[in-house]
């Protein structure tokens, strides 16, 4: 059944793009007593010389972590309260929205949704204060063993496997249960939110295959990048010049920055054709009054 497409989602990737670090480096580590750089570097031998997937090989190299092991999901879930966030975030999922708060706005039922997602632990951000800003948040699960330790992977979102939760996105509810196949085809006037109305937010080269499939489908992409670092401002200037993304912007979240700006001038289009949209679809509705003469 054809849906009335009047929400619009903004889509995050969360390691340097709504915070400054990777979840590891800023909560686990500190808390496992692990050396980062020394945990990373042994991540990458086992992607290059054992072409490990990147989320594999870090995920075995915490699993053979004794202490680690003795986690649970639960002590995962509260280490989310120490993470650090860029300026602005969480306060913009609750002020970027109040702009949509007019007449017009409210009587085409025009929703603003957020949503996370991460190649990070989920377990991690859902104890966040992030979690109950967003819709939803995806990434990589843990399952628990008899002794409610965690001991396995059970579910793993990879860079490109990020592009599986964004079809979730768009297709609705009942995608977002895992068992229900992602692939069953629906056409684009039966979709949620179809990619024009989703506007993705990455930061880097780990971001690109979501980047590309929003883009070519209509939406928008925006890279962020760390204002202290260099690195990561070549890094986003070298995806808008490649055309992966339709802007960049330095990651500060609070208002009147030129992040935020952009933010709210995708989102206000996306508003805008919506309303267009749903006029000319009432419009044809309306009967004419047969001609006389
Ligand atoms: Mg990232």
Known sequence: MPQPQNIIAIVYD?????????????????????????????TNRLKADRLYDDEMAWIRLLLETPDFRSLGN???????????????VPDVFSELGGFLNNEEYKRHGIVLEHYIVTSGLQAILTG???NNQVERIFGCEL????SGTVFWP??????????????RIT????????SRDVN????????????????????????????????????????????????????CMSLREAQRVDEIAEADYRGDTHLRRLMEHY??????????NQELEHSKKVIKAPRHG
């Open 143 to 146: 399952d628990e063993d008899s």
């Open 14 to 42: 969360y390691d340097r793009t709504l915070s400054p670090w990777s979840m590891q480096d800023d909560v686990l580590f500190k808390r496992l007593g692990l050396d980062g750089k020394e945990f990373w570097e042994k």
């Open 128 to 130: 966040s204060v992030l």
């Open 171 to 178: 297709k609705g509810l009942e995608y977002m249960d895992f």
């Open 74 to 88: 639960g002590d995962l879930k509260l280490m989310g309260q120490d993470l650090r966030l860029y300026p602005g």
């Open 184 to 235: 069953d085809h629906m056409p684009d006037n039966e979709r949620r939110i179809p990619f024009y109305n989703m506007l993705y937010i990455g930061d880097g080269p780990t971001d690109v295959p979501s980047f590309a499939v929003v883009t070519s489908r209509g939406g928008k992409a925006l890279a962020v990048y760390d204002g202290e670092s260099q690195a990561s401002f070549e890094t």
């Open 267 to 276: 989102v206000k289009q996306m508003a805008i054709r919506i309303v267009a």
């Open 154 to 167: 059970k579910r793993v979102i990879s860079h490109t496997g990020k592009t599986q939760y964004l079809f």
